[in-house]
Structure formats: C-alpha cells, structure tokens
C-alpha cells in the first residue's frame, strides 16, 4: 500500500515556522510563571487551517493530508520544546549567579546539541514502551485524536483557528498597548492595576506585589493550568506576600525596599524545598516506573528486528557517537566542567531519558524537575561548591529527558495514525534546529543583561528554584538567615506532607494544595498570581455551567491571549532596539 505524503517540504517549513514562533510564547510565559504551554495541538489546528485556506484560493494544488500535518506537528513540538534546553532554568539561574550573560553562538550549540541527544536516546525506548506495551501517552493520543478530527471533520479545524485569531489577536493589542512608549502614543494601558489606599505594614499593597497584572498571558496560562494549580497558587501567593513579608519586613529580614527580588530573596528558600522534597518523594512513589522502564528498554534492544520499520537501533549507536563528544566538549569548552564529569552526566542522562520517557507515557508529566535535582544533587557530592557544574549538568540530564519525551509523545501519535516513525525521527532535528534560531535571538533580546532576571518583569521562577539548590549545595545550609532557614525545613516538610496526603486521600485530591503550585507561588510575583487565578476561575466557571462551549473555546482563546501577547512582547524588544520604540 502506497504511503500517504509525510515529511514533505511544506510540512517541515510550516511546522519550523510555527513551531519556532510557540516556542517565542513559551520562552516567554515561561520566564514570566514557570509553567509551559504545549504546542502540537495548537499547531496542527493552525496548519490545518492556514493549508484549508490556501487551497481554497488555488495557491496550492493538494490537499494537507492527516500525516502531512503530523510529520508537521513532529517539527513544530520540537521547536516549541526548545525552551527546555536551558533557557528558562539552567542558563538564567547561572546568569542570577554569575551576573554575566551567554553569549548567542554558545547558547545555540549548547542547546540544540542537548536537544539533539535527547532525540537519540528515545530511539531504543520507541518499539518496547509505544508498540508492546502501549503507553497511553495522553497528550499524543490527543493530538492524534485532534488530526482525525480536523481532517475528518468540515469546518472543525477552521472553527478552533478563527477563536485561537482573535485570542490572538487580543493578546497583542493589550501587549502593544501596554508596552509600546513612543512619543507618538498618547497614552498606555497600566503594567499593574492597583487597589489605592490599602496598606500592609504601613506600606502600599504593590510593594508587595499584590496588584493585579494588566496581561492577557496570565488569564490564559490560569486558564489552562486547571484549578487546582491555580487556587494553590493564589493560595501560596497569599500566604506569602499577605502574611509572612509583611511580618518579615517589620522585623527588618526583608530588605525595606520591598518589591519582588528582595521579598523573593527569603521566600525562594521555602518554595524551592516544597518543590524539591515534593517532586523527589513523588518520582520516589514511581520506584515500580523506574524499574519497568530500566527493563523495558533492556527488552527493546532484544526485540526489534532489523526489518520492522522502525528507526534501526544502528541510529542510536550513530547518534550516541556523534553526539556525547559534542556535549562533552561543550561543557568544558564553556564551563571549564570536567570531562570526565560531562561523560558522566551524558550516561546519567540516558537513565534519567528512559524515567522520563516511561513517566510521560503513564502520567503525561516529565518530571523534569525532580529529575534534574538528582543531578545537582549528585553533582553537589562530586563537585562540592562549584556552582557551574553542578547547573550545567543537570541542564544536560534535564533537557536530555524532556527532548526524549516529548518525541515519544510525538511517535504516540505517529503509531496511532500509521505514520513512519523515521521521519517524526527526522522531523525532530528540523524542529531542533528551528527553536533554536528563534530561541537564542528572542532570549539575548529580552535578557540582555542579568540584571534583568529575578524582576518584576522576569520573575524567572523556574530559574529561582534552580538557583537556590545550586547556592544551597555550594555554600551550605548555615549561612542562610535563620529564619530562612527554618522557612527550608518547613517548605520541606510541607512538600513531603502534601505528597503524602495525596497517597493517602486519592479521591480528595482535588481539595489539597499542589505541592507544585503552593512552592511556585512563593517563587512568582502575586500579581501573575492573582491574574491566572482569574483566568483559571473563568474557565472553570465555564466547564461548569456550559461544559461544551468551554470544550470548544477554553484552549484555543487562552493559546491565542499567549501566542499574540507574548509576540508583540519579542516585536517590541526588536523595535526598542532599532530606535523604532523607546525602552
């Protein structure tokens, strides 16, 4: 049976082109929540719809077939993924450190060469996980279910794209009207809505962040981060800036200036622990994940033959060649690692890929986090105080697992639809190459000096928690303030008992704070809190009252708030460069 068209150019350049412009949205929205919005879902809707209309008007002859578009979304979430190469933890947390920036060229062979090793080592993982055991995978089972629909379906595809425009749409007006200063423009809409008259400590609420953020971004992100994430956020949110920072301040712990970075200086130490102890124990509970996962990829390697149609186990090999001496030199070339060490986080890399890989497939989380503390752990014992290593290592453990998960996830929906798994392989390094270029640019644009990170404006949570481990492990625990370091053993434990209460009480889960949510909060501005909230309470009202409208309309508008604000965001950076907008 003759194969449908797959990877064809148009596929691979749409699927560049789109990919690359998410992962602008998530490079982003991640610097300002430190939560990432997929990205293959809401490409293949955009395809899908761009394609229908250009045929319509006879600019091109065939069709954008099923498998078209999911070769497409293969490059586009690769792309999109980019930022999970460094750039919205590792990097800018050894950036808060080290207070110098990374040069362009470094950083794009930096992270395209983790991306590029993260897509080789699923190879051996693909046939035992996907085709004899059947993972669930439930974000490539949607995007999959999502094609059949699109292409199956009259008018579907077109109706969710027109919605995700004008979110879109409005996303970037309120972002261009916000932040655009020219002395042409009369006026601005406010960065920050405040409540006037209300003192905490004597001090107005926005010196405590409590304000509500005039951004479309963050109603989205609330909206589709789900309720719980979001009430446990504005939960920390208050805890923190409403009760502890108050009382900090008036007992002189809290630098007196206030505001995000100094209040965030002593909060970051309970936040990073509740996520730490939290995310470890949770990937602890998964022992009988981590031990299938070891053996099913042992069992892969026995299995597959040598005609099957998968991508031969000979690429693996070939890439793991070519691929380890690059990362290696890398981090010694860039960050005097040893090499010795840099070989050893590539061989824990490949254990920590075949976790992730197996954790996404059976939950749809890659608990890159949790998985990247081992590192820093692990290197915080071989290398004691070297802060570089031990960030830069478990960037390349992390970035090696997430870029390892998200192809199978991809290759989920691939096996679903009967596509060919070599070139979703392929597709991957297009998508690869292409999130780097628009990644790396976009990053120095928005944070050209360090400076910038660990502010109002780039908060950076992801990062603040990345670099309170680092700092801790390198200069030890007693030379934190003694309340900051009561507020670590506390976030500790409250990580452990909110895991632990979840075992316990499974079906109350929804009443219990996210351990996640609860520690990002007192990492993130409560004014990005507050708005997500909003957002997340609006979608969750609307799941309620009409469940169907709120199907159809929830995702598609919130992505289109993110995708238009977050890109008149990079616009205006290049415009405030070329003398077109003042900064």
Same mark, same amino acid.
């Given at each position: ?33 430190? /939560? ?19 045929? +319509? ?25 980019? #930022? ?10 050894? @950036? ?16 395209? $060469?983790?991306? @590029? ?37 009259? %008018? ?11 979110? %879109? ?97 002593? $909060? ?9 102890? $939290? ?7 998964? /022992? +009988? ?15 597959? +033959? $040598? ?5 031969? @186990? ?45 954790? #996404? ?16 752990? #692990? ?205």
């Amino acid at each position: 049976m003759k194969l449908q068209r797959q990877l064809t150019l148009r596929a691979c350049v749409a699927g560049m082109l789109l990919g690359g412009f998410m992962s602008l949205s998530n490079l982003y929205v991640v610097l300002k929540t430190g /939560w990432s919005i997929g990205v293959s879902i809401t490409a293949g809707i955009l395809a899908f719809a761009i394609f229908a209309a250009l045929k +319509k008007m006879d600019l091109i002859r065939t069709e954008f077939g099923m498998l078209e578009n999911n070769a497409m979304q293969s490059v586009a979430s690769a792309a999109g993924y980019m #930022t999970g190469g460094g750039t919205v933890a590792a990097i800018p947390a050894l @950036m808060m450190i080290t207070g110098e920036p990374m040069a362009g060229w470094p950083m794009f062979f930096w992270i395209s $060469s983790i991306a @590029m090793l993260g897509v080789v080592m699923a190879i051996p993982m693909k046939q035992q996980m996907i085709n004899v055991e059947q993972l669930r995978f439930p974000t490539g089972i949607a995007a999959a279910e999502t094609l059949k629909a699109l292409h199956g379906e009259a %008018g579907s595809g077109s109706g969710k794209a027109k919605l995700l425009g004008w979110g %879109g749409a409005a996303g970037a007006v309120v972002g261009f009207l916000r932040d655009a200063k020219a002395p042409w423009m009369p006026w601005n809409l406010p960065e920050k809505i405040q409540f006037p008259g209300l003192k905490l400590a004597g001090q107005p609420l926005s010196k405590f962040t409590l304000s509500f953020e005039g951004s479309l971004i963050m109603l989205g992100a609330g909206a589709i981060m789900g309720w719980r994430a979001a009430w446990s956020m504005l939960l920390g949110a208050l805890i923190n800036f409403g009760v502890l920072a108050p009382r900090l301040y008036e007992r002189g712990i809290i630098d007196p200036k206030l505001g995000y970075k100094n209040i965030v200086a002593w $909060s970051v130490w309970f936040g990073s622990a509740c996520i730490l102890t $939290s995310g470890l124990l949770a990937f602890a509970f998964q /022992w +009988k994940t981590v031990a299938r996962a070891v053996s099913s990829v042992a069992a892969g390697f026995r299995g597959q +033959k $040598s005609d099957d149609g998968e991508v031969p @186990m000979l690429w693996f090999l070939i890439g793991l060649a070519i691929f380890t001496p690059v990362v290696v030199f890398l981090e010694w070339f860039l960050f005097a690692i040893k090499p010795w060490m840099g070989l050893l986080s590539v061989i824990l890399g490949f254990f920590i890929a075949i976790v992730a890989c197996r954790a #996404t497939g059976e939950t749809d989380t890659t608990p890159t986090g949790a998985l990247g503390k081992i590192t820093q752990i #692990t290197f915080g014992v071989l290398d004691p105080g070297n802060i570089t290593t031990n960030l830069m290592t478990a960037n390349v453990t992390g970035g090696v697992g997430l870029h390892a998960a998200d192809l199978l996830t991809d290759l989920k929906s691939g096996y679903i639809l009967k596509a060919d798994p070599k070139q979703q392989f392929w597709a991957q390094f297009f998508g690869v190459v292409a999130g780097s270029v628009f990644v790396v640019p976009a990053y120095r644009l928005l944070i050209p000096t360090a400076d910038l990170l660990g502010t109002d404006k780039w908060p950076a949570p992801g990062a603040q928690t990345w670099k309170g481990v680092a700092v801790l492990l390198a200069q030890g625990f007693h030379t934190l303030h003694p309340s900051a370091q009561a507020a670590l053993w506390i976030g500790a434990a409250v990580g452990i008992a909110l895991v632990l209460l979840e075992k316990a009480l499974p079906k109350h889960k929804a009443y219990i704070p996210s351990a996640m949510g609860l520690g990002l909060a007192f990492t993130t501005p409560a004014n990005n809190t507050i708005a997500m909230f909003l957002g997340s309470l609006i979608a969750t009202a609307l799941e309620w009252r009409k469940p169907a409208l709120a199907e159809k309309t929830v995702v598609p508008v919130s992505s289109g708030f993110i995708a238009g604000e977050s890109l008149v965001g990079v616009l205006i950076a290049v415009l405030v460069v070329l003398g077109i907008l003042q900064g």
